[in-house]
């Protein structure tokens, strides 16, 4: 059976956010902070949308150092794993369940991130009426920084047909496909536990780096730097992310 193409409306519930929020180490999370608060050049208290804000781990280490956080996400369960690490931390977070192209805001962000491989869902028209929201979001000469693995020069020569990863008590399988045809990965996940296996399908749309960079620049977001790994080091063919810095025209 083909994947629905609004997939990611259902995949991120249950499980899927329990490997989530167990797989990604607070050490990784930190560094990923650090170089978020450079290449944003982040000004003290600063205010900082954080879009797909998943469960909070990127907008709560932001804010621990000082700064106005808000997170939208489109997922209730990620959101319920955001207030619940916030809640013995003290930390004030704006939380908003809504779509990442239809942002509430006009002018007002000092900076804004999609970190965490949260694009390549959407084709596209979707890809450009998201990054068209976050540019009317933030005030001009705000920077943006977008991290994917789905960049055409990371995950094509990198794709393997099948991974297998063990969290915690789960053990998640990864079973990739590639369409050329549409330039789409279709992936099956499976998550197994105790005997038991959740299975759910994703796609992910591959753009080039000049696709994306047009994107950006259409959207009013004009690129400054593409980097291959949060210590800053250039973008190259092979890496295994993408992160794009922009700024606001
Ligand atoms: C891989 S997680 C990353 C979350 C977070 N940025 C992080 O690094 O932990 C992807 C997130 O994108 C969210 N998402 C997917 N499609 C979305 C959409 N159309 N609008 C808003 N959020 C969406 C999911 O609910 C999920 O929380």
Not at 40 to 61: E, I, K, Q
Not at 75 to 97: C, F, I, N
Not at 213 to 228: E, H, I, K, N
Request: with cysteine; net charge negative; hydrophobic share 45%.
């Amino acid at each position: 059976m083909p994947t629905d193409p609004e997939w990611y409306r259902t995949f991120f519930q249950g499980i899927v956010v329990e490997t989530w929020r167990r797989a990604i180490p607070a050490s990784h999370t930190l560094a990923e902070a650090d170089f978020l608060e450079q290449v944003l050049a982040l000004a003290p208290g600063a205010r900082v949308l954080d879009v797909p804000c998943g469960a909070g781990r990127h907008a709560l280490a932001l804010a621990a150092r000082g700064y106005q956080m808000t997170g939208v996400d489109l997922s209730a369960d990620m959101l319920d794993g955001a207030r619940q690490e916030a809640s013995p931390t003290g930390l004030t977070v704006e939380w908003h369940l809504a779509d990442m192209r239809d942002l509430a805001w006009a002018g007002v962000f000092d900076a804004g991130y999609c970190f965490g491989n949260s694009f390549g869902y959407l084709d596209a028209e979707g890809s450009a009426a998201f990054l068209r929201a976050v540019s009317r979001a933030l005030r001009p000469g705000a920077r943006f920084a977008l991290d994917t693995g789905s960049a055409a020069e990371s995950v094509l020569p990198n794709l393997r047909d099948r991974d297998e990863t063990q969290v915690g008590d789960i053990l998640f399988i990864e079973e990739n496909r590639y369409d050329p045809m549409r330039s789409l990965v279709e992936t099956t996940y499976s998550f197994v536990r105790g005997g038991r296996t959740v299975t759910r399908a994703a796609l992910h749309w591959v753009y080039t780096v000049r696709e994306i960079q047009a994107l950006f620049t259409s959207a009013g977001l004009r690129p400054l730097d593409l980097y291959g790994a949060t210590d800053r080091t250039p973008f190259k063919a092979g890496s295994h992310c993408l992160t794009i810095v922009a700024e606001k025209s």
